[in-house]
């Protein structure tokens, strides 16, 4: 048999799940390959969205009209917005989510998106055509993308294909000395279709990380663990209004001990990770539990964190107890603390090596540069995580329907994302740029613009490009542009508002702030770090009013919370925002310095032999996008400077 389409997405993870579901929003007719329509976006590792920059990336997909922060919504558990006691720059939301229903959610939304159908099979390989051309006599081959074939011999046609594989690439599984190709527990690896890819030239490699075990939540004794419980359920991922239908269940906190750590040391001759079975690199910042004792051997005890896996299930997550031990060493360690005494597992952890591709040989659309058409998104980029996928393969699925749309979508041009825009813009220059050693893990820190890319303000940064372009929806539009009018609207208030001290001091004495000796604007009270809009609005009549009637005529708590939080966080970090906008607009002149195609690096002798090497492997787009590969110095990018003068 064979299928036609514009758009086929192979895999159904995180990225797969976003891609096609963006693409066939925007009107290209979209086949979505797995392997297993019930695992469609597992949570293969732990079952929460979000977390520190994490997060950010999610409210970022929302903004765009992707689906993760309505389906974590939906599925949440427990929320918690983590680093509060920091500025709002790295305030960052996170959900425990239930597994099952995260899955059926979201194959829900697949299932009833027009122009979207789902195909159960096994690709294993691409079908690329080949064309030559001759420069100096030598012949050049353009390659295009024109489809899969799978293991049931069904061919799918196809304008672009989109590879979101996760680690199911040549996947293999190790628990201690015993390796099983898979890729995840119970699931088959997927065969040769690295080799199909890599015969058109790309490259690949193979990366590793790993997963914990699995507890029977009734063989716990929870007396000897410490409860968390979760936050205020008012704020979520999505900007739209989201219904929740769980109810919010507590997770639990333990540490390991000497005597644990001793037996998990004695099965380090068994460990992949130490007796040279495993050769790739794992994540640096999700590491193993074997990895924490050999990087920190003079702690005496690490943090747990025992996590719900769904709201009826008995399964639990043990976070921080990521392993490849061989299974009896990991129960005698587990064991050895006061609440797993009684200890029953519904399965071990294990470590998985997979294959992925460099991400250096993608453009900023996710577009490979040696095969057009093809695009990759997700852990087979290099990356770790299921938002950093997500965020991908938003921008992958919409570039995808821009190339198969004949140039009637936004006017053929790539949608991309700069990095003082979004999240997803560093992640994908990052990964593009500088490409990667070990898997990549979003972080506040890689953000140079951190104060511009707030978990609060993703919306107003996004959502009108998204709507633009046709992905964001009318009502997501429609409350966007009501959002930023009662902002001005509030924020002009309290510029302009005068406030005696006879009013206010006896609330800011109680507070522990100095009181007023004269009038001054509201804005600048507000300005202090003790005072927030919530806390000071009931004693002053006018700001309660005001508040109140931008309640009543929205009628919507959420959105209402939305506008004073976001009205407060521009009010008190005004010069610190203008600031880091200066910065943006200054290193925005270098990306519009295009440079591709303008030198032949190999004979630029002015520059250093690394950045001739780099920039030739690279080809970057801009010159800021240059200054950012490792090896090109800034005397580097000055000299190109003075040559493009020329």
Same mark, same amino acid.
């Given at each position: 048999?064979?299928?036609?389409?514009?758009?086929?997405?192979?895999?159904?993870?995180?990225?797969?799940?976003?891609?096609?579901?963006?693409?066939?929003?925007?009107?290209?007719?979209?086949?979505?390959?797995?392997?297993?329509?019930?695992?469609?976006?597992?949570?293969?590792?732990?079952?929460?969205?979000?977390?520190?920059?994490?997060?950010?990336?999610?409210?970022?997909?929302?903004?765009?009209?992707?689906?993760?922060?309505?389906?974590?919504?939906?599925?949440?558990?427990?929320?918690?917005?983590?680093?509060?006691?920091?500025?709002?720059?790295?305030?960052?939301?996170?959900?425990?989510?239930?597994?099952?229903?995260?899955?059926?959610?979201?194959?829900?939304?697949?299932?009833?998106?027009?122009?979207?159908?789902?195909?159960?099979?096994?690709?294993?390989?691409?079908?690329?055509?080949?064309?030559?051309?001759?420069?100096?006599?030598?012949?050049?081959?353009?390659?295009?993308?024109?489809?899969?074939?799978?293991?049931?011999?069904?061919?799918?046609?196809?304008?672009?294909?989109?590879?979101?594989?996760?680690?199911?690439?040549?996947?293999?599984?190790?628990?201690?000395?015993?390796?099983?190709?898979?890729?995840?527990?119970?699931?088959?690896?997927?065969?040769?279709?690295?080799?199909?890819?890599?015969?058109?030239?790309?490259?690949?490699?193979?990366?590793?990380?790993?997963?914990?075990?699995?507890?029977?939540?009734?063989?716990?004794?929870?007396?000897?663990?410490?409860?968390?419980?979760?936050?205020?359920?008012?704020?979520?991922?999505?900007?739209?209004?989201?219904?929740?239908?769980?109810?919010?269940?507590?997770?639990?906190?333990?540490?390991?001990?000497?005597?644990?750590?001793?037996?998990?040391?004695?099965?380090?001759?068994?460990?992949?990770?130490?007796?040279?079975?495993?050769?790739?690199?794992?994540?640096?910042?999700?590491?193993?539990?074997?990895?924490?004792?050999?990087?920190?051997?003079?702690?005496?005890?690490?943090?747990?964190?025992?996590?719900?896996?769904?709201?009826?299930?008995?399964?639990?997550?043990?976070?921080?107890?990521?392993?490849?031990?061989?299974?009896?060493?990991?129960?005698?360690?587990?064991?050895?603390?006061?609440?797993?005494?009684? *200890?029953? $597992?519904?399965?071990?952890?294990?470590?998985?090596?997979?294959?992925?591709? #460099?991400?250096?040989? @993608? %453009?900023? +659309? =996710?577009?490979?540069?040696?095969?057009?058409?093809?695009?990759?998104?997700?852990?087979?980029?290099?990356?770790?995580?299921?938002?950093?996928?997500?965020?991908?393969?938003?921008?992958?699925?919409?570039?995808?329907?821009?190339?198969?749309?004949?140039?009637?979508?936004?006017?053929?041009?790539?949608?991309?994302?700069?990095?003082?825009?979004?999240?997803?813009?560093?992640?994908?220059?990052?990964?593009?740029?500088?490409?990667?050693?070990?898997?990549?893990?979003?972080?506040?820190?890689?953000?140079?613009?951190?104060?511009?890319?707030?978990?609060?303000?993703?919306?107003?940064?996004?959502?009108?490009?998204?709507?633009?372009?046709?992905?964001?929806?009318?009502?997501?539009?429609?409350? *966007?542009? $009501?959002?930023?009018?009662?902002?001005?609207?509030?924020?002009?208030?309290? #510029?302009?508002?005068? @406030? %005696?001290? +006879? =009013?206010?001091?006896?609330?800011?004495?109680?507070?522990?702030?100095?009181?007023?000796?004269?009038?001054?604007?509201?804005?600048?009270?507000?300005?202090?770090?003790?005072?927030?809009?919530?806390?000071?609005?009931?004693?002053?009549?006018?700001?309660?009013?005001?508040?109140?009637?931008?309640?009543?005529?929205?009628?919507?708590?959420?959105?209402?919370?939305?506008?004073?939080?976001?009205?407060?966080?521009?009010?008190?970090?005004?010069?610190?925002?203008?600031?880091?906008?200066?910065?943006?607009?200054?290193?925005?002149?270098?990306?519009?310095?295009?440079?591709?195609?303008?030198?032949?690096?190999?004979?630029?002798?002015?520059?250093?032999?690394?950045?001739?090497?780099?920039?030739?492997?690279?080809?970057?787009?801009?010159?800021?996008?240059?200054?950012?590969?490792?090896?090109?110095?800034?005397?580097?990018?000055?000299?190109?400077?003075?040559?493009?003068?020329?």
């Amino acid at each position: 048999m064979t299928f036609y389409y514009d758009v086929i997405v192979v895999g159904a993870g995180h990225a797969g799940c976003e891609a096609a579901s963006a693409a066939a929003r925007l009107g290209a007719k979209t086949c979505l390959i797995t392997m297993d329509m019930n695992k469609i976006a597992q949570m293969s590792c732990n079952p929460a969205v979000g977390g520190i920059a994490k997060g950010q990336i999610v409210r970022e997909i929302d903004a765009l009209g992707g689906q993760m922060g309505i389906v974590t919504d939906m599925c949440s558990l427990q929320f918690r917005m983590l680093n509060r006691s920091k500025g709002p720059a790295v305030w960052s939301p996170r959900a425990q989510c239930d597994r099952g229903k995260f899955i059926w959610t979201w194959r829900e939304i697949l299932e009833n998106t027009p122009n979207l159908s789902i195909w159960q099979d096994q690709v294993k390989e691409l079908i690329v055509e080949k064309n030559y051309f001759n420069d100096n006599n030598k012949e050049i081959p353009i390659q295009k993308v024109k489809g899969v074939r799978t293991i049931m011999d069904a061919e799918f046609i196809a304008k672009t294909v989109i590879i979101t594989a996760g680690t199911f690439l040549n996947g293999l599984m190790h628990i201690g000395r015993t390796k099983i190709q898979g890729g995840r527990c119970a699931e088959p690896a997927a065969l040769m279709l690295t080799e199909s890819i890599a015969e058109t030239g790309i490259q690949y490699g193979r990366m590793k990380t790993g997963t914990p075990v699995r507890i029977d939540k009734r063989s716990v004794d929870f007396s000897q663990m410490e409860i968390q419980e979760g936050e205020d359920m008012t704020y979520g991922f999505s900007y739209m209004n989201t219904p929740r239908k769980l109810k919010q269940l507590p997770c639990w906190t333990c540490y390991t001990n000497k005597r644990v750590h001793e037996i998990l040391h004695s099965g380090f001759n068994d460990s992949p990770l130490y007796n040279g079975q495993i050769q790739s690199i794992g994540p640096r910042y999700c590491p193993s539990i074997e990895t924490k004792l050999h990087t920190f051997p003079d702690k005496e005890k690490h943090q747990l964190f025992l996590e719900p896996e769904g709201e009826t299930t008995n399964e639990m997550y043990l976070n921080g107890f990521s392993s490849s031990l061989p299974i009896d060493i990991q129960i005698r360690a587990l064991k050895e603390i006061p609440c797993f005494r009684n *200890l029953s $597992i519904y399965r071990p952890g294990y470590a998985i090596e997979y294959d992925y591709f #460099n991400p250096t040989q @993608l %453009k900023h +659309s =996710l577009e490979s540069k040696i095969v057009k058409n093809l695009f990759f998104a997700g852990q087979v980029n290099g990356t770790t995580g299921y938002e950093e996928a997500a965020g991908q393969g938003i921008v992958a699925g919409i570039n995808a329907a821009i190339n198969s749309s004949d140039g009637k979508l936004n006017h053929g041009e790539p949608f991309t994302l700069k990095r003082n825009e979004a999240y997803i813009g560093v992640l994908i220059d990052d990964l593009v740029t500088k490409g990667v050693d070990e898997p990549y893990r979003m972080f506040t820190s890689r953000a140079e613009y951190r104060i511009l890319l707030r978990q609060d303000d993703a919306d107003m940064r996004l959502t009108e490009n998204s709507y633009k372009l046709g992905l964001a929806s009318e009502e997501r539009y429609r409350k *966007l542009k $009501i959002k930023k009018s009662k902002i001005e609207a509030l924020t002009e208030f309290c #510029n302009a508002f005068s @406030l %005696k001290p +006879s =009013l206010i001091n006896d609330k800011l004495e109680s507070i522990g702030t100095t009181p007023l000796r004269q009038g001054v604007k509201l804005s600048e009270l507000i300005g202090r770090p003790q005072i927030t809009i919530n806390g000071i609005k009931e004693h002053i009549d006018t700001l309660n009013k005001k508040i109140s009637k931008i309640s009543d005529e929205l009628n919507d708590n959420k959105l209402t919370d939305e506008i004073v939080e976001a009205t407060e966080i521009n009010i008190k970090y005004k010069g610190y925002i203008e600031r880091e906008q200066q910065i943006a607009e200054k290193m925005l002149r270098l990306e519009n310095i295009k440079i591709q195609g303008k030198f032949d690096y190999s004979n630029l002798t002015q520059i250093s032999i690394e950045a001739r090497q780099k920039l030739s492997a690279i080809n970057p787009v801009t010159l800021a996008q240059a200054s950012r590969i490792p090896g090109v110095s800034p005397s580097d990018i000055n000299i190109m400077l003075v040559l493009m003068g020329r």
